[in-house]
């Protein structure tokens, strides 16, 4: 799949996140971020597209530096958030978010890239039981 900005390690890193915030099998509802991966990705990519070039390159490499940065810093273990299994991811996702600062200012940078793509899509929109209140129907969805 090709992306505009992203490359496909940064969109592997990104996914990987995705799925350690929203997991499959939860208690609200079982679609997790790794079942509608290749729809939200594209939606991020655009997402970065429309960003400034300083800040498309700050999220870029504070996703690279995260990638091994997190666990390092959480875990005491030199492995790439992408070689870990979803379960692991969720729970370092529990230890980062509960943490002190800069760890819970940090899992914003997952949160700005992976939350609006994800739960943009109708069938996140569905699984949640999301009902707009001011539905457009003339919008078509991304433009190129």
Known sequence: MPYRVLSKKEAGIIAAMGSG?????????????ADLEDKWLIRTDYLLSRMPLPTRLGLKLAVRVLNYGWPLMYFRKFKALTSMDEQERTELFHVIESSRFPGSMSILIVK??????????????????????????EFEGLKD
């Open 21 to 33: 915030v929203i997991p499959r099998g939860g208690r609200n509802f079982t679609l997790g971020a």
């Open 112 to 137: 700005v890239l992976v939350f609006p793509a994800f739960y943009g899509l109708a069938e996140a929109k569905e699984a949640i039981g999301y009902q707009e209140k001011f539905p457009n129907p």
